[in-house]
T-cell receptor
Framework: QKEVEQNSGPLSVPEGAIASLNCTYS??????FFWYRQYSGKSPELIMS????GDKEDGRFTAQLNKASQYVSLLIRDSQPSDSATYLC??????????????FGGGTRVLVKP | GAVVSQHPSWVICKSGTSVKIECRSL??????MFWYRQFPKQSLMLMAT?????????EQGVEKDKFLINHASLTLSTLTVTSAHPEDSSFYIC???????????FGPGTRLTVT
């Protein structure tokens, strides 16, 4: 079982609709979770961080965290063609050995169609 | 805020030469920086963790004598690819962890081509 799992997609979404991305993880001790967006040929860009159970909203993005069920999700409202990218779910591992390293999921490719 | 720069953005070098890549956090202090490598259509691969003032910690399978990392200050880490070979051609990306927060921010990456 992978430590962080995401559906690879592609997730095809009409322009203006809501894109819903999910991520499950296995490390129960993780406290810090992140969503990154990566365009083809570019480096990842941090779009959301979440540390507590519940929802966190930032503009068109909402992250949801449920530590008991070990999942974190990302909603993109009013999806735009410019949102077409690969979205990476990441968590900071728990314990000293983890050394603040990020563990990434394989990424979900999102395609927003005009 | 939270800007990380890398220099150069791309470099072409001949086989056997060395290349140095700089990673700077421009508006925050980073006690920890990370170096990744990414091949086309593949996932990010962590190469090493760099802590200010101490030796880098390399991931399994990464040659520490080939990929020299120096983290001389809270805003600068360098990666030197020594005796580069064509198989070292890749996209090298650094990230910096904000000393006062938990977030990591990535630099724009350096595309290395070894001929």
């Amino acid at each position: 079982q992978k430590e962080v799992e995401q559906n690879s997609g592609p997730l095809s979404v009409p322009e203006g609709a809501i894109a819903s991305l999910n991520c499950t993880y296995s490390d129960r001790g993780s406290q810090s979770f992140f969503w990154y967006r990566q365009y083809s040929g570019k480096s990842p860009e941090l779009i959301m961080s979440i540390y507590s159970n519940g929802d966190k909203e930032d503009g068109r993005f909402t992250a949801q965290l449920n530590k008991a069920s070990q999942y974190v999700s990302l909603l993109i409202r009013d999806s735009q063609p410019s949102d077409s990218a690969t979205y990476l779910c990441a968590l900071e591992g728990s314990g000293i050995a983890a050394g603040n390293k990020l563990t990434f999921g394989g990424g979900t490719r999102v395609l927003v169609k005009p | 805020g939270a800007v990380v720069s890398q220099h150069p953005s791309w470099v072409i070098c001949k086989s056997g030469t060395s290349v140095k890549i700089e990673c700077r956090s421009l508006d925050f202090q980073a006690t920890t920086m990370f170096w990744y490598r990414q091949f086309p259509k593949q996932s990010l691969m962590l190469m090493a963790t760099s802590n200010e003032g101490s030796k880098a910690t390399y991931e399994q399978g990464v040659e520490k004598d080939k990929f020299l990392i120096n983290h001389a200050s809270l805003t600068l880490s360098t990666l030197t690819v020594t005796s580069a070979h064509p198989e070292d051609s890749s996209f090298y990306i650094c990230s910096a962890r904000n000393r006062l927060a938990y977030e990591q921010y990535f630099g724009p990456g350096t595309r290395l081509t070894v001929t």
